[in-house]
């Protein structure tokens, strides 16, 4: 494993355990060359995962830009960090679970959304604006006001 800091790729493990309900191995290593530690995360693949974007265009999954963009939905907000990634693992193991090698990136919006319906009205909300590519208030309104109605899309 390559150093993040300086690049070597002489690093040990210092400690392993189970992470997200045993679906992962966390570890701490450290840099032989610079002394400094970093976590990595070992996950189970199942396939190869492609999303075919609305432009028609494909791209291999990436679960940290899955990551990214749920992260900054529930930025400054009260969710345990556990909780988001439970999140995260369950939409991975869903869209495996699909048995298709290219999933619609609506179909990862869709389950993300349902997760976050879930953890957080405001990440929510925030990654709906996003999603849905509100354009100014009148869109929010109506989106508040099919959640008032408990129709979540």
Do not use: W
Request: charged share 35%; net charge neutral; with cysteine.
């Amino acid at each position: 494993m390559r150093c993040p800091f300086c690049g070597s790729e002489d690093t040990q493990v210092k400690d392993s355990r189970s992470a997200e309900d045993g679906a992962s191995v966390r570890r701490r290593r450290e840099c032989t060359a610079c002394g400094g530690r970093f976590t990595t995360f070992e996950r189970v693949q199942l396939r190869e995962l492609i999303v075919v974007k609305s432009s028609g265009k494909k791209a291999p999954f990436d679960r940290e830009k899955l990551a990214r963009s749920v992260l900054i939905a529930t930025r400054k907000r009260e969710v345990e960090a556990d909780r988001v990634e439970q999140m995260i693992s369950g939409v991975v193991r869903r869209l495996e679970a699909m048995g298709e090698g290219e999933i619609p990136s609506k179909t990862i919006g869709e389950l993300v959304m349902a997760g976050l319906a879930h953890l957080d009205d405001v990440a929510y909300v925030r990654y709906a604006s996003v999603y849905k590519d509100f354009r100014d208030t009148k869109d929010f309104e109506q989106f508040l006001g099919k959640m008032e109605d408990g129709d979540n899309e």
